[in-house]
Every structure is written in structure tokens, then in C-alpha cells.
């Protein structure tokens, strides 16, 4: 009997899902795929199990890409502050965006944290390796690329005093 997997709820958080890629050839049950071992061991702050090959694993994949989309949104935030000028020369007097920034951050580690916070979003608190770090490779190339973009409309030269230059005209927002 083909039982369907529970991915939303708790009920199968246990079940480990290697368990539904067996196969019977013959007398004996096989694996369909060669498993790799699960480096991480994490346990669930829900169920008290390993996360690996479980349900509760996508919680935590979904969990540390919410804290990877907060992460990019800090540079996001800081390379659109100007549109010509660099972050560097701008600096970080604009109050608000600072409380802003602040907010966002603090909201993010309450819904990774605080165990309330934890069951109303379904977030899960991810180990450091998980916790967003992924992201900051990819925060810190969308500063360097919006810097550069900046520098080539300030720097590069203008056909004429009245026509802005290729890179102001397109990709100057």
C-alpha cells in the first residue's frame, strides 16, 4: 500500500525517506540510489530526531533560504541608496535605513530563534553552516557589481556635454 508522504504537518517527521526508494529484486530489498552519508548532525528542535532524509528537512532548507534572502537584502538596500555615488562616499547617514536594516535583522533572528516564532512561520533554527552563510558570496558580488557599475557611469567618458555615457544610458535606473 503507496503511503503519501506528510511534508506540510509534523506526522512524518521521523520517517526517513531513503525508505521509499527501495526496491525488491527477487528475496532481497535494494536501494535505487547509492546514499551518500549525512554529515550534518543536526536534531530537529521539533522532533528530537535527525534531520537528514527526513520531511523536516525541506523546513530547514526553506528556513536558511529565508535568512539568505534577508542577507542579500542588506546589500540590496545599501547598493540602491544612490544611484551614481558609492556606498563608500554616500556612508550610512540615513537614519531610518539603518533602523530598517536593524528591524529586518533582529525579525530574522526572532523567527530563527524564539520558539514561538519557530512553530507560527515553521522556520527552523539552522546551524551556522546553514544559517544563511551561503548567501554572502553572492551579497558581497551584488556589491561589488553595483560599485563597478557606478564607477564605470561616473568615470567613463561622454561621447558629447549633453549625451550621458553607454553605461549611464543603460544601466543607469
Known amino acids: 500500500v503507496y ?12 520517517f526517513d525517506l531513503r525508505m521509499s526508494y527501495l526496491r525488491c529484486e527477487g528475496n532481497e530489498v535494494v536501494p535505487r540510489f547509492d546514499w551518500n552519508i549525512c554529515n550534518v548532525t543536526q536534531l530537529s ?23 539568505a534572502i534577508v542577507m542579500c537584502q542588506w546589500s540590496n538596500i545599501l547598493s540602491s541608496k544612490t544611484r551614481k555615488l558609492s556606498f563608500g562616499s554616500q556612508g550610512l547617514s540615513n537614519f531610518f ?22 512553530h507560527v512561520f515553521g522556520a527552523r533554527d539552522c546551524i551556522t553552516m546553514h544559517f544563511g552563510l551561503h ?27 549633453h549625451t550621458p555615457n553607454w553605461f549611464e544610458r543603460n544601466s543607469l535606473w
Open 3 to 14: 503511503k503519501r508522504q506528510d511534508w506540510e504537518g509534523l506526522k512524518d517527521n521521523r
Open 45 to 67: 528542535s521539533v522532533s528530537n530526531a535527525p534531520v537528514c532524509y527526513t520531511t523536516e528537512a525541506l523546513r530547514y532548507a526553506q528556513s536558511g533560504f529565508f535568512y
Open 97 to 118: 535605513m539603518i533602523f530598517s536594516i536593524f528591524f529586518e535583522t533582529i525579525l530574522m533572528l526572532m523567527i530563527a530563534f524564539i520558539q514561538p516564532f519557530n
Open 135 to 161: 548567501a554572502l558570496p553572492f551579497s558581497m558580488l551584488q556589491m561589488i557589481h553595483d560599485e563597478i557599475r557606478k564607477f564605470l557611469i561616473r568615470e567613463w567618458p561622454q561621447p558629447d556635454e
